[in-house]
């Protein structure tokens, strides 16, 4: 489950122009990680123009998967990942991209298709790379069925102790009558031959 | 209300017993010993010397008589109307029997009412010429009528209460299906909420293709419903069903995302009260093998008890050996003589 390409386009006129981008392009050998960049590029600009504002999209293509999610100020964001890749976090690593991307840039600065640059989406690209570690839903989920888990272990254990009490209670039940007997038997001894 | 449960005819019966009973009179009365059954009428009717006294008694008895039987009619028709009141069902109600009955048990009651009131003046306008035990029986009579005049009402106010309730959550019931559909079930719900013994305009429609299949009750009702009802649907509100489609295809995309989150929340919920659950169980599980431990902690105490005592004892024992060295060196010397004195006595 890879993220490759994190986008934020501009898709208020027809060309959509790309305002800030980051890749991950460690999975392709050197020679063709230009022309996959490229293509990421080219593909991510045609997804743009066909998101509607207000819309999310998801896209599959070849053995990708590309997440959209246009606002309604006129911009997008794309990312490129593979198909395992949940769509639920796709689209809330975009919505989160793009409020922040919204924060820092009034609609002023990008609204000439200057090139904006956004450093944290190198960071995002790297933390969502396991989603299960970054999304807060699925790492409640993961820690929940963990815990699970533990306590179907700690009711298994609680159970043999169960059994190992009751044995204990049996073998009590078997000493304290033991040694009742002992008793009678040592006052038996006592009263019966006063005689020695 | 327990006595008057099965309303049967027992006149015949009754009419034999009072032949008997004039039988008895007559022989009675022959002697001219006073009546000893006052009450039963025909026997006084029959035209042997009626005293005043004894007419009015039989008249009393008389007005006695038709009170108690017009209070055992109602009963029998409160008993109607209060099955009548009981059915819940939306199809089958049948407000003009009920209506018919409620007046009808009114009208009884008042009239019974009446008789009583009469009833109780001719005791007491009698209640000087007779004799004291008959005063006091009549008295009695008169307030057992009264009481269960009194039952009968009470029961009746009970059913009109239940009637007034299911009315009202019927009332409700049909609310719940008309307001929370659009239009086009309107016709379908007339249609449905009239029985098929009530002839209307609007189920002329859904009983013209009944009779082929009139043998199945209820059923046919509904299910013939839905067809007469989908062409109404299909005729009337397309432009509005095809509205409703559009807008739910342009929210689609943002309501299907919402849904999923929505769904993996829930999905978390339930893992949590799961995981309560499982906590909950531990704990009685837990709880339980408590008492058990309990239980050994009490064997191992009186494991203590029983081996300390046993060793006092064998303390006991022990030292009374030990002082009694003596005595047994004694007792072994006593012995040891009388084994020579046997073996010298022997050889």
Known sequence: M?????????????????????????????????????????????????????????????????HAYARSEGVAGIIISDAEYPK??????????????????????????????FPALKEYIVKYQDPAQADSIMKLQRELDETKIILHKTLEAALGRGVKVSDLVEKSDGLSSQSKMFYKTSKKQNSCCTVM | ????????????????????????????????????????????????????????????????????????????????????????????????????????????????????????????????????????????????????????????????????????ASRSRQDNFVSAVGAHQQPQQQSRTDSPLYSTPSSARARSPKPPGTGQGQQDVLSLDNPSGNPLYAGQNTPQSQQQLQLLEEGSSTNTYIQQRGEAIEAIERTISELGGIFGQLAQMVSEQAEQIQRIDANTDDVVDNVEGAQRELMKYWSRVQGNRWLVAKMFGVLMIFFLLWVLIAG
């Open chain 1, 2 to 66: 890879k993220i490759l390409y994190i986008g934020v386009l501009r898709n208020e006129d027809q060309p959509a122009v790309e305002l800030c981008a980051e890749r991950d392009l460690s999975a392709y050998s050197r020679f063709t990680r230009t022309a996959v960049s490229e293509f990421m590029t080219l593909f991510s600009k045609t997804v743009a123009e066909t998101t509607k504002p207000g819309q999310r999209q998801d896209v599959e293509e070849q053995s990708y998967t590309f």
């Open chain 2, 1 to 168: 209300m327990a006595t008057t449960h099965t309303i049967q005819d027992r006149t015949a019966e009754f009419r034999s017993i009072l032949l008997q009973a004039q039988k008895t009179l007559a022989r009675q009365r022959r002697p001219g010993a006073p009546a000893s059954q006052p009450l039963l009428p025909s026997a006084s009717q029959n035209g042997t010397a009626t005293p005043p006294t004894r007419k009015q008694r039989s008249e009393f008895a008389r007005n006695a008589a038709a009170i108690g039987r017009g209070i055992s009619a109602t009963m029998g028709k409160l008993q109607r109307l209060g099955e009548l009141a009981k059915r819940k069902t939306l199809f089958d109600d049948r407000p003009v029997e009920i209506a018919e009955l409620t007046y009808v048990i009114k009208q009884d009651l008042a009239g019974l009412n009446q008789q009583i009131g009469q009833l109780q003046q001719l005791q007491r306008a009698s209640g000087t010429a007779t004799a004291k035990e008959e005063g006091e029986h009549n008295k009695n009579v008169v307030v057992l009528l009264q009481g269960k005049l009194a039952d009968v009402s009470v029961n009746f106010k009970e059913v009109l209460e239940v009637r007034t309730r299911n009315i009202q």
């Open chain 1, 88 to 117: 639920l976090v796709a689209h809330q690593l975009l919505g989160k991209i793009l409020d922040e991307f919204l924060a820092r840039y009034p609609k002023s600065a990008w609204q000439t298709g200057k090139e904006c640059p």
